[in-house]
């Protein structure tokens, strides 16, 4: 659960892949962003509900099931892995899948235990690897270069011991870009 102080709100995350969710596919690495439809609803009557699922509009493509995450969670790869299971299962099918996490900060991501899940004599066993990224690891020069519409992610490539002043200008910047981008 967030705590107060912590960058992160999956509200926030959700108005943005509303309003950008095809550039948000862009920073996880989906190609063709743009034949993608989007919903962030509750699979069926289960109680694991993704930030973000995207389904390629023309059939073509990988289904990206995502989370976004602000807080220190040690299992956020099993509950995005119990998603793409669920999903799965729902669906009677397995589709190419692509599940992300974007990471606000490092140490969300470093907190998170590894997706290794194996029986006591080491023979059977899940493993895997699931598509992160770490906003921190990103600049905003870069984010931009991507989509200029991943403004709204800009804030958490800046240090947290940001001089005010400096911040203060970037903020007005971003709004200036926000306001073009979404009217």
């Not at 609803?41 to 289960?46: E, I, M, N, Q, S």
């Not at 011991?161 to 200036?176: I, Q, T």
Request: hydrophobic content about 40%; overall charge negative; glycine content about 6%.
């Amino acid at each position: 659960m967030p705590t107060p102080g912590n960058r992160g709100s999956d509200e926030a995350f959700y108005r943005l892949v509303q309003a950008a969710g095809q550039a948000i596919l862009k920073l996880v690495g989906v190609v063709d962003a743009d034949q993608y439809l989007f919903h962030a609803d509750t699979l069926k009557a289960k109680r694991v509900s993704p930030d973000m699922v995207a389904i390629p509009a023309t059939g073509v493509g990988d289904i990206v099931i995502m989370e976004f995450q602000g807080y220190h969670d040690p299992l956020i790869r099993y509950r995005v892995l119990t998603t793409v299971f669920l999903y799965c299962t729902q669906e009677k099918k397995v589709p190419p899948l692509l599940p992300a996490i974007i990471f606000t900060e490092r140490s969300f991501a470093l907190s998170a235990l590894p997706l290794d899940i194996s029986d006591s004599s080491g023979q059977y066993q899940i493993i895997g690897r699931l598509r992160e990224i770490i906003l921190e690891d990103y600049t905003e020069e870069q984010l931009l270069a991507l989509d200029p519409r991943l403004v709204a992610l800009v804030p958490y490539t800046c240090p947290m011991n940001m001089d005010k002043d400096e911040l203060s200008r970037k903020v007005r910047a971003w709004g200036d870009l926000v306001r073009d981008l979404y009217p």
